[in-house]
């Protein structure tokens, strides 16, 4: 049967422990009140649902969180059939149903509770904290328009809701990676050269499908998979014409989601012995090790992302590579790429990401990549949990290739 | 192997059918530009991507369609690496690549084809033309300020790309119809008074597994399983302690996802004979097929949505029956609810879908149910492709409950 969903009483755990959180969240920025607006989330997720709400809906819904003094509120506001649904999970203080439209309930519960301020779930920066469409930002201001000038972006309550992961959720996490390294050796007894990309990805998906995981990211790029030294590593599909060879590596980048949380993984095998690697791959596979062990070791609660990026982004630039194009890691959960606070560079397409600080329980990757000169590129990607002083290793991080005819 | 996925060659055919069709459809609504603006669509999917980009990707991107005269002219601007992939789809007139903001490159191309509008994915009344989110659109508003006033709603031009189904798509809903009442067939043979309503489900289940399907709405919610006359139907959980009973019914709500596209469908089964069905129960479900009849025998392209719901709810309500708080169809697709126009009544609700006109190749359910006094609701479900001069059902509707123990 299938282990890719979060079976419920695990949906049911975790939904109470973010539930537990939230006050308290919502006190630290400040804001009274926490308003979830949502439609039709089979086909436009808010994905920020996941975590408070635990099931998606079909009619436009409002999920209301007011705190007043000590007490917090919970108010779900719903079409009748998804009425049922909402009472059955016992975490709403009062389920609304209605027939025609929202419009009415809505704002009479709001004009009840009279919030200072109305956080919704949009940001320009962290599409983890983004779920409310435009079109829905358009319905709310009809309905609400007395209230919008209390209208305030959700997401640093959905990015400590999100980022910062309960002891459940990282032991689902872990598991993820342990079975992604699992499916990874026994991959690895299958290898030969002169296979293609797309024979190769086929036999891991084979895997996926017979132990009823799902992928972590889209089905056709999940493994990406690339052979020889000519194939730039990133988001492109594998090739029925590009072959595994004698002398050359072969890179995967693979995710599971298993229970409902993902890994994400990069390793490396090489087509000969040890003995027979090239020096400049050598040297290139120890950059990158280096790199992952120096950002490890600084990340810790209270540091801001763009520093972890730029002690491995220097480090491989003084190994005289060029920089990678691309962030040195990012956060892990529901999804392989979970937003929030992002070890990355500080450059206009990462936002404000790399600007947050790291926070204990939050998972990230660790990821650089380099290019050399004749034997193509190279690249590991590592995950660790934050802890309370520093990080560790989800699972243990891979310290050379793995060699085929060793 | 997974069943559940479009593969590659036929997404490439119908992203080339969609392409094809958008010139025409452009000019149609008088719209010149069309431009998607997506980041992390695993994590917030714009669903119109899958019909004219065809994959996700994970950098800001904007995917931009410009007609002027006879010519169309497409454009995708995505982070470095999202373009290989996209440069191989050979969809693209031009792939720009971009490092460290989209910024730059947007503005250039805009100010270059300088439009005269350009529509967005954002809508108040149809969720699945709102996959832009409220974030994205404010970003996007910062990047192209001086063409705001050229904004408007791609509604028009998504609706018609996603509700007009090419043969291709036809031929996999069908398909995906088939095999979910052959599924339901399967599993009749087994059914059996004393089985809780989860345990039917994961019989369900196992066979969705078993032959590589996917869900065409939540997992936990599908198939519904309603047993017994007390059970309210509707987007409730199969519950553990609820059982069937002889002489009652069993209901499903039920609908698979094969090579990308859905079904749903609603059966009812009887625990007894034909001879045992209580009068009140016939009479339900001669009401229910009667009002499917009628409706079905309506549907034709140029008829606004909401008259055919208005001639099934007016049919049960001279039945004596209260009217069902629910539309009476909606389009299916790549999701169990594809958006647009639907057969619904004109309720805040459902905003403007009902008032759309039905069209040739579009797919609807058609779905009454009615509650009887003393033996609960009685609902079937069935699929209908429009056709030039009316439609036709996607596998032959049912005419009555399956009894077991007949």
């Known amino acids: ?135 829905m930002f358009l319905v709310l201001e009809n309905i609400l328009s007395e209230f919008q000038d209390r209208f305030v972006s959700a997401q640093p309550i959905v990015n400590v809701i999100r980022s910062n992961k309960s002891e459940t959720e990282i032991g689902l996490i872990k598991e993820a990676c342990q079975l992604t390294e699992e499916i990874n050796e026994k991959i690895s007894t299958t290898l030969d050269i002169g296979q293609s990309e797309t024979d190769i990805q086929a036999r891991f998906h084979e895997e996926i499908h017979n132990r009823g995981f799902g992928f972590s990211w889209q089905r056709e790029q999940n493994p990406a998979i690339d052979a020889g030294k000519d194939k730039d590593f990133g988001h492109v599909l594998p090739q029925e014409d590009n072959f595994t060879v004698e002398g050359q590596t072969l890179h995967n980048d693979f995710g599971i989601k298993y229970h409902g949380y993902c890994s994400d993984l990069q390793r490396m095998w090489f087509f000969g012995k040890k003995t027979d690697l090239p020096e400049e791959l050598k040297h290139a596979m120890d950059t990158v090790l280096e790199a992952i062990r120096r950002a490890a070791k600084r990340i810790r609660p209270g540091i801001q992302g763009y520093k972890i990026d730029k002690i491995a982004r220097e480090y491989i630039i003084s190994c005289g590579y060029e920089e990678y194009k691309h962030g040195l890691g990012h956060q892990v959960g529901i999804m392989a790429h979970d937003g929030g606070c992002m070890l990355g560079p500080l450059w206009p397409r990462y936002g404000n990401g790399p600007k947050q600080v790291i926070e204990e329980g939050q998972v990230f990757t660790i990821e650089p990549n380099v290019k050399t000169k004749n034997h193509g590129m190279v690249s590991m990607e590592e995950m660790v949990v934050v802890t309370s002083t520093g990080c560790e290793f989800l699972v243990k991080p891979r310290k050379d290739f793995i060699y085929i005819h060793e």
Chains 1, 2 share one sequence.
């Open 1 to 135: 049967m299938s282990n890719s969903y979060l079976p419920i009483p695990l949906k049911e755990k975790i939904l109470r422990e973010k539930h537990d959180q939230l006050p308290q969240i919502m006190r630290k920025f400040n804001i009274d009140c926490w308003l979830i607006f949502a439609r039709e989330t089979s086909t436009t997720p808010d994905s920020a649902m996941n975590f408070v709400v635990g099931s998606d809906v079909v009619a436009q819904s409002a999920f209301i969180f007011f705190i007043k003094k000590d007490e917090i509120r919970k108010i779900a506001i719903v079409g009748n059939f998804d009425a049922e649904t909402e009472r059955n999970k016992g975490i709403w203080d009062e389920v609304i149903a209605y027939d025609l439209g929202i419009e009415a309930a809505l704002l009479a519960t709001i004009q009840a509770l009279n919030p200072e301020k109305i956080a919704l779930n949009y940001s320009l920066d962290d599409y983890s904290s983004d779920g409310l469409t435009h079109g």
